[in-house]
Nanobody, 122 residues
């Protein structure tokens, strides 16, 4: 089991940028995925990374604006979000999932952080 702590959320205007961080308690070999949950909706996987080889995956809805990265030495994972839109508003979570591949379904993930809130105003 790995403990995850997100940070970096905030309130920004549309067009702005945020960098979210996810600190892990141990160096995970499992996929790390960022999910977001808009008010009244389910959790949507937006970006994922396989820590052992750095391979990344993105949801089509965010490709080109979201970038996931990692600092393995600090056991920290990042989500850079550019050109923020009001539809990006929601709680952002990081989660640890399977080893070696990254499904975008929240049901495949067992370890979750508590989330960090992102609010984008128009």
């Amino acid at each position: 089991q790995v403990q995850l702590v997100e940070s970096g959320g905030g309130s920004v205007q549309a067009g702005g940028s945020l960098r979210l961080s996810c600190a892990a308690s141990t160096s995970p070999s499992r996929c790390i995925t960022w999910f977001r949950q808009a008010p009244g909706k389910g959790r949507e996987g937006v970006a994922a990374i396989v820590p052992t080889n750095g391979r990344t995956e993105y949801a089509a809805s965010v490709k080109g604006r979201f970038t996931i990265s990692q600092d393995i030495t600090k056991k920290t994972f990042f989500l850079q979000i550019n050109n923020l839109k009001p539809d990006d508003t929601g709680m952002y979570y990081c989660a640890a999932g399977p080893v070696g591949y990254c499904p975008m379904s929240a049901s495949r993930y067992s370890d979750w952080g508590l989330g960090t809130q992102v609010t984008v105003s128009s």
